[in-house]
């Protein structure tokens, strides 16, 4: 039914089936209003950064800028995984053609990689602004910004295509069916009937350049930036030095410790139901967070969003009002 006919009797999936989470229907209906809830709060808490970040001036810095990549991607990292996931819920189990799968999984690595490199360039950015003040207007230029994010999503775009490529090739003749609410870099491998030993070396290459490196970059300089914090002689400008880059750093505890429980931790057998909820927390929960924490934590945002409701009344309501 899911198959195609080849050459010499083989066979190779042209759909795949995702079981999702097989639970009892009551509770998928739950699960389902509950992902909802959050996909509609993700979507607006991003689309609000980025549409503060692009208006109003006093966002016009280096920092925002890099939160407002952050949300582009979260933006693009929960439009590729959620809507299917509530298609999944709806059905008990989705079914989706196998170009399709693929498309997910490299939109999913796509936004991975992004993230790993903006953070390692939002610590960059922390770093010069405390530990170098002097020279931050001269050093975060406008258009040194915009090089840094470019750079950054052509290695991700770039990265992510070998990946594809390299998954593409290999040969799925069966079983079609993914435990998992996505396309996943685990689950695919399992339904190859080829050696896949070539992508698993692949991963680990890219994951030196492209996780490990990033993480202790992020580490080196937070260091750094810790130490000169600690040098500020009154407690006010530590807490201010400080706040400026507390919400990054959380961030990058949060993503990092989510991607070392998934991808480096085993995770076989009976231990895929907690690989998914694992998964869930990334993929869905990461999105909701960020903005959350940015938005709480940041007076600039919260002063922004102010201006721009009271900005909004003054435009739509009557005068005499």
């Not at 006919?5 to 795949?16: E, G, P």
């Not at 709060?41 to 503060?52: A, R, S």
């Not at 999944?88 to 936004?111: D, H, P, V, W």
């Not at 003040?133 to 090089?147: E, I, N, Q, R």
Request: charged share 10%.
């Amino acid at each position: 039914m899911y198959v195609e006919k080849y050459d010499h009797n083989l066979t190779m999936i042209t759909r795949v089936i995702l079981l999702g989470f097989q639970v009892s229907s009551r509770f998928r209906i739950f699960l389902f209003s509950f992902f909802l809830v959050i996909y509609c709060v993700t979507m607006c808490g991003n689309l609000q950064i980025i549409i503060l970040v692009s208006y109003i001036k006093t966002l016009h810095t280096p920092m925002y800028f890099f939160l407002s990549q952050l949300s582009i991607s979260d933006v693009l990292l929960s439009s590729d995984i959620v809507p299917n996931l509530l298609n999944i819920l709806l059905k008990n189990t989705g079914t989706m053609s196998f170009s399709s799968c693929m498309a997910q999984f490299y939109f999913f690595i796509l936004t991975e990689v992004f993230e790993c490199v903006l953070l390692t360039v939002m610590s960059y950015d922390r770093y010069i602004a405390i530990c170098n003040p002097l020279m931050y207007s001269t050093v975060m230029k406008h258009g040194f910004c915009v090089l840094l994010t470019v750079l950054s999503w052509l290695l991700s775009i770039s990265v992510s295509l070998v990946y594809l490529i390299t998954v593409y090739h290999l040969w799925f003749c069966g079983p079609n069916i993914i435990n998992h609410f996505f396309c996943d870099m685990e689950p695919l491998l399992d339904l190859s009937c080829s050696d896949t030993s070539t992508v698993q070396i692949e991963m680990i290459v890219f994951s030196i350049p492209m996780d490990i490196f990033p993480f202790f970059f992020i580490m080196i300089t937070y260091c750094y930036i810790i130490y000169n914090i600690l040098k500020i002689s009154s407690t006010t400008g530590r807490q201010k030095a400080f706040s400026t880059c507390s919400s990054h750093l959380t961030v990058v505890s949060i993503f990092y410790a989510m991607l070392l429980f998934i991808y480096i931790l085993p995770m076989r057998g009976q231990q895929w139901n907690l690989s998914k909820m694992l998964s869930l927390l990334y993929t869905v929960g990461t999105p909701l967070i960020n903005p959350i924490i940015y938005s709480l934590r940041n007076k600039d945002i919260k002063t922004a969003l102010v201006k721009a409701i009271y900005s909004l009344r003054s435009n739509f309501l009557p005068k005499n009002i």
